[in-house]
């Protein structure tokens, strides 16, 4: 196991900056993802952090080692890739034998390393096959291998399950999950999947145009976002303007206890500078027009569509406002399909709601 710090990185490609003064600490055998759209930086910061391009200026350690100025060969790190980049000539056994063969480990040491990464990786009985006759899972299950046989001080996975099928990647990220537990490899890990993110991390760092937007855990990026980009990238947030319609004038006590417990002060003259956040799921269906309750905002809407995918429905409910806003229903009834054109009432829990600066986005 062994700690990354990585202190002030900056790369350039011709006018584009690929990383801003990039300064990141990854601690010891834990499993750190890099998510972000397309283009903020991430494959370029784990191909720096692997040796394969150099950065402008600032410094990688691991474990207090500067490793700036090794090869890539020398850095002692592993790297799964998004294309499998196994030998399509070579067995699976000879694609996982291939780095310790250049390392020059004993015939006997390479046959015991080669059994238990294949054991590790559930493919124990298939060495003998060629990779035209495995499936995208089994290709991927030997680039891993390959990556793991050699012992690495780090581990780099580059969005390796972006190639394959919906339930073949909910598998194989378990199964990342738990070889990650077991052997305890610092891993740093590549996607841009937010559930899987949020599914196999320790941590996370949340990255938007080479720069590091927000580090925390999967419950602190999804429940306490730092900003409007961060909520809006992670799951699905709804944006409504504050107060809501039909609340300003004749609730402005409402008004002011919801910001209260928000911990804001605003004047009711500053009310255009902010918005309010509120992922669906905390939405709630109610069978009454209004509720006496504190804790809650009661609004009414008119269901536009309804989007059904098994295990939940999402309302998409115009306001009165023209604004829309969406509602999860967990295991719906076969009734809530045919809500379409009807009035339902709603309540927004206060302690769901998130206040956003509109001027710079940052969460209140």
Same mark, same amino acid.
């Given at each position: 196991m062994? &700690?990354?710090?990585?202190?002030?990185? &900056? &790369?350039?490609?011709?006018?584009?900056?690929?990383?801003?003064?990039? $300064?990141?600490?990854?601690?010891?055998?834990?499993?750190? $993802?890099?998510?972000? +759209?397309?283009?903020?930086?991430?494959t370029t910061l784990l191909r720096t952090i692997a040796g394969f391009n150099k950065q402008d200026s600032g410094t990688i350690m691991v474990d207090g080692v500067e490793i700036d100025n090794f090869p890539a060969y020398r850095r002692d790190i592993g790297m799964v890739f998004q294309d499998y980049a196994i030998f399509p000539h070579m067995s699976v056994e000879d694609n996982i034998a291939f780095g310790l063969r250049n390392r020059g480990v004993s015939r006997h040491g390479i046959k015991n390393r080669v059994s238990d990464a294949l054991e590790t990786v559930q493919l124990s009985g298939l060495e003998k096959r060629m990779p035209k006759e495995l499936s995208?899972?089994?290709?991927?299950?030997?680039?891993? @291998? /390959?990556?793991?046989?050699?012992? +690495?001080?780090i581990l780099l996975m580059d969005e390796p399950l972006s190639n394959l099928d919906a339930k073949l990647r909910i598998e194989l990220r378990e199964d990342i999950r738990q070889i990650q537990k077991d052997l305890? $490899? $610092?891993?740093i890990y590549v996607t841009h999947d937010q559930e899987e993110?949020?599914?196999?991390?320790? /941590?996370?760092c949340i990255m938007r145009s080479g720069q590091m937007v927000q580090v925390g855990t999967p419950w602190e990026i999804y429940k306490k976002p730092a900003d409007h980009f961060v909520a809006s990238f992670v799951g699905n947030m709804i944006f409504l303007p504050w107060p809501l319609a039909g609340m300003k004038d004749q609730n402005s006590e409402k008004i002011r206890e919801i910001e209260s417990l928000s911990?804001?002060?605003? =004047? @009711?003259s500053d009310h255009d500078k902010f918005q309010i956040g509120i992922r669906p799921e905390e939405v709630v269906i109610s069978n009454q027009t209004s509720v006496l309750d504190g804790n809650v905002i009661s609004?009414?809407?008119?269901?536009? =569509?309804?989007?059904?995918?098994?295990?939940? @429905?999402?309302?998409?409910? &115009?306001?009165?406002?023209?604004?829309?806003?969406? @509602? =999860?229903?967990s295991r719906p009834d076969e009734t809530f399909l045919e809500e379409v054109g009807k009035t339902v009432y709603l309540e927004l829990p206060q302690k769901a709601i998130m206040f956003f600066n509109k001027d710079n986005g940052l969460r209140c």
């Open positions: 062994s &700690k990354v710090q990585l202190n002030n990185l &900056k &790369k350039n490609y011709s006018e584009v900056e690929a990383l801003k003064q990039f $300064t990141l600490e990854i601690q010891s055998g834990e499993l750190f $993802t890099l998510l972000g +759209p397309s283009g903020c930086g991430k995208g899972g089994q290709q991927q299950r030997v680039g891993l @291998a /390959r990556a793991l046989v050699i012992q +690495p001080k305890g $490899t $610092t891993t993110a949020l599914v196999i991390s320790d /941590r996370l911990g804001l002060n605003i =004047n @009711a609004l009414s809407g008119i269901v536009e =569509n309804i989007s059904f995918s098994g295990r939940e @429905a999402q309302l998409h409910i &115009k306001l009165i406002d023209g604004n829309m806003l969406m @509602a =999860n229903i």
